[in-house]
């Protein structure tokens, strides 16, 4: 445990291999055109605040921004804009925007004007924010990604998901040098660092609700073990290490309770543990492998996996015990469940005839819809607002990130070197 957790500390300062690399391979219909006006700021602002607002935008695949190279004119204030050079070019709203300096950091303002009612002082100006700060230069992309989501909720009515993070694992080398480790990237795919390095496998990243920890699955000259880490400051706790299986947490709603799968006592069984105390319900007692726990939003129902059945199928039962019911038979068999933020529908792993996909069941109507093509998907993890998918599929090189849109419309492709497993999403963060 202590060459672990040596490794793990160790790991925060050692750089992850490589950016992200995200492509949208498909998108909306229409995607929304909307220009994004280089912000006027000093020279010595090395983070170009006004291209990641509009590189988030592109991203979701539901806005296509304007190239700078056609921009016919680039104004930062209200007062310089020509509408109808806009109109022109075919631009549904405009975004302008400045950046000062504040003491050691930086104060950014924007505005966001609808472009066909510029003659009407109450509807042109969709969105205005001033001084909006960040003390150094490590939140300046954190601003921006701010100002993309205001944007986004804006014009779309729902949060947006830019300023968050992804949590995954990457395996890199032959199998007598490989290196897992655990990183955590911007939902851009910036700023990847590792979190934890290890010889031995690293699993089932999870985040708490307040985004400040995560819990995940290390092993030790065999032995597997949930650990408890805080990023920012590097703390690392061992959860708990009994012997067997300890594996798959998954924080309650409220940041109070684990569940995790244990095989102490006999075979993998569902258990909640106080983070507090260590106090310990066994929620499941059957023959079976119950497996993969995740909790719903309203903490009122845990979901996991059972093969009691025959097959690896959902089932749920109440966070205070009781009866445990079979949710879903559709396909030869499910896994990897997650409820998404409103918790009225659920992201899951499916296999039909030949394919594992990415599915969302209705829960309902318990309608199933395949979101994903397969043949081999898995780990689904909700965007914060609900809106997308993120997960595992099958590369060229090894598995790698990939993102879908409830509806299926929007996918889009997240390429890293290595193989690349078990994204979680990262709740807002405050």
Known sequence: MNKLIALCLLAIAVPAYADLDITVTSGATAPTPIAIVPFAQPADVNVDIAQIVAADLDRSGIFKTLPRTDMLEKPTDVSQVNFRNWQTLGQQDLVIGTVTRVGG??????????????DDPQRVMLLGKDGMSA??????????????????????????YFNTQIAYVTAVGARDARRYQLIIADADGEAPHAIATSREPLMSPAWSPDGQKIAY???E??????????PATGDLKRFVGERGINGSPAFSPDGRQLAVTLSFEHNPDIYVIDVASGARRRMTTDSAIDTEATWSPDGRTIAFISDRGGTPQIYTVSASGGDQKRLTFQGKRNEKPVYSPDGKSMALVNLDSSSYRIALLDLGSGTLKTLSDGPLDE???????????????QGRQGSELAMVSLDGRIKQSLRQSGDVREPAWSPYLH
Do not use: C, W
């Open 221 to 230: 000259r065999g032995n597997s073990a949930i650990y408890v880490q805080t």
């Open 379 to 393: 780990s689904p993890s909700f965007a914060p607002n609900g809106v997308a998918v993120i997960y595992t599929k």
């Open 135 to 160: 003390g150094d230069p490590g939140r300046y992309r954190s601003l921006a990604h701010q100002i993309a989501d205001m944007i986004y909720e804006r014009l779309t009515g729902v949060p947006g």
């Open 105 to 118: 950091g930086i104060a950014a303002s924007f505005r966001l004007l609808d472009v066909y009612h510029s």
């Open 217 to 219: 699955v290390g092993y």
